[in-house]
Structures are given as C-alpha cells and as structure tokens.
C-alpha cells in the first residue's frame, strides 16, 4: 500500500512539484495527500492545486508569539488527512520539538548543501567562499538539530571556476528535484536506483 505523504512549503513549491510529479507513477510508493503551507501567498499551493492534491495555508501570523499553537494546527490538519510522513520543501519555519517529535522517524527534508558542511542558511555563497570542489544537497531525517539528522541521500556537483551564487544554485537545484523522490523511495521500500543525472556522485546512506 502507498504511504499517504504530505509535504510543507512556504514558497513556490520546486521541490513538491517535483515530488507530486514522481508520485504520479503508479508504482511509485507515497501518495501526495496534502500541501501545506505557512504562507497563504505561497505560490507553491496554487501550483499544488492545478495538480489535483488538496493544498491550504495555516498562517503563522494567526498566531502570533504562539509556535506551539501554529505547529499544533499543522500536526491536527495531517492528521484529520491521515498522513503518514512529511517532507519538508523550502518550509522556511524553524521547528519546534513539539512538530519534530510528533512525526519522528517520519519527517524529511532537503538541504542545498552536502551536510554536515554549511548548514543553515546562505549555502550556495558559503560553498563559493569556502573554495570547496564538490557542492550538492542532501535529503535527512529531521531532528531537534538544525540540518543535523541522519542523512539519507546526498547528490554532488562539482563547483566550476566560473560559478556564481545564481548559476551553482540552479545546477544543485536540479539534483534537489531529483533526490528528494530517490530519497523518499528508499526511505520508504528501501529500494532505488544510484545515479543522479549530471551528478558527480550520488549516493544513499544506510540508517
């Protein structure tokens, strides 16, 4: 049976369209059952719509000072749809233990760097200052340490001598949309293919 996966964004959604697109393969493991976001304006949901997954916005502004109160909306609403694990896209919220612990084990997300180097924000500048060869993302498991659970997938480009912020952000991109559904594959069946395309390495890692 396919597991009912419901993903958070506050943006424009790269990510989950990515993900509500490997979904659509009938032998493809997770169901995309809800889009939820912080942002009513997130241009994420109206995309999510046009797909046919249920998609709406609890406000973080609807509840000012009170995080615990926002994350125990969100938490109700994956609930109420029967939601069995949660991929974060782009969900620019910083979680408390509360949301973390309910869906531990559970919750994914994806990070424009080759954890453990530059976690947080600002990774493409950081990686062109630092001087590294090899930039990428990774797909972890979310714990109480920002950017710092166990890593179930990474996907690396090489950093070119003529990059920019702009242009090494769209090539890491282009994995992200990749991994994330190899990742969410694996961590489910534990089954997926090794090869990302135009990465220099990809690779899965064995909880």
């Known amino acids: 049976m396919r597991r009912k996966v419901a993903i958070l964004i506050s ?23 809800l889009v939820l976001s912080n942002r009513p304006a997130a241009g994420g949901l109206d995309l999510a719509r046009r ?59 994806i990070h424009p760097s080759l954890l453990p180097a530059f976690p947080g924000l600002d990774t493409h500048r950081r990686a062109l200052e630092a001087g590294v060869a090899l930039h990428g993302c990774t797909v972890h498991l979310v714990t109480d340490t920002l950017d710092g659970g166990p890593i179930l997938a990474q996907a690396a480009v090489p950093v070119l001598a003529d990059d920019n912020e702009a242009n090494l952000a769209a090539r890491v991109l282009v994995q992200e949309h990749f991994l994330y559904s190899l990742a969410l594959k694996y961590r489910i069946d534990g089954s997926a293919c090794f090869l990302a395309p135009q990465a220099s390495l990809c690779s899965l890692m064995p909880l």
């Open 51 to 109: 797909t046919g997954v249920p998609a709406e916005a609890i406000d973080h502004r609807d509840f000012p000072g009170d995080r615990a109160g926002h994350e125990a909306a969100i938490d109700a609403r994956l609930r109420a749809a029967g939601v069995e694990m949660v991929c974060l896209a782009g969900y620019l919220r910083r979680l408390t233990p509360f949301l973390v612990g309910r869906w531990a084990g559970n919750m994914l997300n």
């Open 11 to 33: 943006g424009r959604g790269s990510n989950m369209a990515a993900l509500i697109a490997a979904a659509a393969a009938p032998a493809f493991p997770a169901e995309i059952v």
